[in-house]
C-alpha cells in the first residue's frame, strides 16, 4: 500500500490552515457541483471568508451554528463530472479536509421517486471511467455508513417537505447520452437506463460515484501512513429535478435544492453532535 503523501494544491487557492477545525478533523465540506450553490451554502455560515480560484472553484470558509457549539465548514464547487471532482477531492484532502458531502442534483430513475424527491445515495453505479484509474470495475462505490445515518437522522428531525429516499444511485460520463439518449448509441443506452431502474437505482447524476471511491482509496492511504489517523468520510445528498420525460419548473428546481441544501445543513449538525459524543 502506497503512503499517503500530500502534494501542494494547484487549483484550490488555500492552505493546511485555512481547512484545519474541528478538532483535528478539518472543516466538514460541502460539495455542490456549482459555484452559485457553493456561495448559497455558504450564506448559512458565519464569519465567512472567501478564497477566490481562476477556475471558478472559490472555497466559503465559515462557522455554522448548532445545538452542540461552531463547527468549522467550508463550501466549494467539484465542478461537472468526476475528472473534476478528482482534483478538487484530492486538494482538499491533502489540506486536510475528513468530512465531505455532496449537494448535488440528479433525474429520477426509479418510479418510486419524482420531482421534488430527495435522495440520500447509499452507494453508486460507477458508469464512469476517472474511478477505474484507482480501482478495479469489481469495487464496489460506497458512502460512509456514518454519514447516511446522520442524513437520514436529519430527514426525521427536519422533514424536508418532500420525500427522502435512501439508495443506490448512478454516476455516469454523458448525460447526453446516456440520460438524453443522444448519439447512435440510443437503443443502447436506452435499454441500460432501464436494467438500472429495474435494479431499484433511484437516480442518475455525475459525481458520487468517484468521490465515495476516493474516499475508501484515500482512507487506506492515510491509515497506511499513520493507523490511528482520521479516516476520510464522504457522502451525498441529491435533489430530483428531472426524470426520463421533463425537467422541473424553475420553481420546483430551486425549492428542490433549497430543500437538498437544508438537508445537508442539519446532516452536518447531526454528525457534529455524534463526532462529539
Known amino acids: 500500500m502506497t503512503a499517503f503523501v500530500p502534494h501542494e494544491p494547484h487549483h484550490i487557492q488555500a492552505t493546511a490552515d485555512d481547512l484545519a477545525g474541528n478538532r483535528g478533523t478539518g472543516r466538514f465540506v460541502f460539495l455542490p457541483g456549482s459555484d452559485g450553490r457553493a456561495k448559497a451554502i455558504a450564506h448559512h455560515f458565519r464569519n465567512l471568508t472567501v478564497c477566490p480560484s481562476p477556475r471558478a472553484h472559490n472555497l466559503y470558509l465559515g462557522v455554522l451554528n448548532t445545538p452542540h457549539g461552531p463547527l468549522d465548514v467550508a463550501s466549494v464547487a467539484s465542478g461537472m ?3 473534476s471532482l478528482d ?3 484530492n486538494e482538499l484532502v491533502q489540506l ?3 468530512r465531505l458531502l455532496r449537494v448535488g442534483t440528479a433525474g429520477a ?3 418510486r421517486v419524482s420531482v421534488g424527491d430527495l435522495v440520500i445515495a447509499s452507494g453508486a453505479v460507477r458508469d464512469e471511467h476517472t474511478s ?3 480501482v478495479p470495475p469489481e469495487y464496489p462505490s460506497i458512502a460512509d455508513a456514518m454519514l447516511v445515518a446522520d442524513a437520514e437522522n436529519a430527514a426525521r428531525a427536519t422533514p424536508p417537505g418532500g420525500r427522502v429516499h435512501t439508495g443506490i444511485v448512478h454516476s455516469k460520463d454523458s448525460l447526453f447520452a446516456r440520460e438524453y439518449l443522444q448519439g447512435p448509441r440510443k437503443a443502447e443506452n436506452q435499454r441500460y ?3 438500472l431502474a429495474a435494479s431499484g437505482v433511484l437516480a442518475s447524476e455525475m459525481e458520487s460515484s468517484h468521490l465515495f471511491i476516493l474516499a475508501s482509496v484515500l482512507t487506506a492511504s492515510i491509515l497506511a501512513a499513520d493507523p490511528g489517523a482520521e479516516p476520510v ?3 451525498a445528498i441529491l435533489g430530483i429535478i428531472g426524470d426520463a420525460t421533463h425537467m422541473g419548473t424553475p420553481d420546483t428546481v430551486s425549492s428542490t435544492t433549497d430543500a437538498a441544501v437544508a438537508l445537508a445543513l442539519e446532516t452536518a449538525r447531526i454528525h457534529a453532535a455524534r463526532s462529539r459524543g
Open 109 to 111: 430513475c426509479s418510479f
Open 96 to 98: 486536510g479536509v475528513r
Open 233 to 235: 468520510r464522504a457522502g
Open 132 to 134: 477505474s484509474m484507482y
Open 193 to 195: 437506463m432501464e436494467i
Open 87 to 89: 482534483i478538487i477531492v
Open 81 to 83: 463530472g468526476c475528472p
